[in-house]
């Protein structure tokens, strides 16, 4: 790779800052630019690659077979819930309907004994 222009004077380092920041250097168009960009890929893809093995690392003492085995415990702990909730929903719905049956039920056809036990009432009317 060949730089181009004058040589690049630095100031004096006075601050950290300074002396924690790259050199810039600047390439010529043709072969140098093609090898940038293949190393800029290269570089790329590295960390690309990293990002995803530490995304991807199974946990330390547990093989890949037994995590997807405790998702379905899960779920099933999940079902048996949900089926004793439905069960407690049953049961208590049955109770409810036991409550009623034996509960006496007002007749509505029996008007006509109640008019019968009560005394009459007086009327009035006004003329």
């Known amino acids: 790779m060949t730089k181009s222009g004058p040589p690049v004077v630095t100031p004096p380092l006075s601050t950290l800052k300074e002396n924690l920041k790259k050199r810039k250097v600047f390439y010529e168009h043709g072969k140098d630019s093609l090898e940038l ?4 890929g290269k570089i790329q893809e590295d960390k690309a690659l990293l990002k995803a093995e530490r995304h991807h ?3 330390v003492g547990q093989p890949r077979s037994e995590r997807t085995h405790q998702k379905s415990r899960t779920k099933k702990k999940l079902e048996e819930v949900k089926a004793t909730i439905a069960n407690q929903r049953a049961r ?3 109770e409810k309907i036991k409550k009623r049956k034996e509960r006496p039920v007002p007749a509505v056809h029996q008007k ?3 008019a019968q ?3 009459p009432r007086k009327r009035v009317s006004f003329a």
């Open 92 to 94: 208590l719905k049955r």
């Open 37 to 40: 960009a293949v190393s800029i």
């Open 117 to 119: 036990d009560r005394v």
């Open 112 to 114: 006509s004994s109640n």
């Open 57 to 59: 690392q199974p946990q």
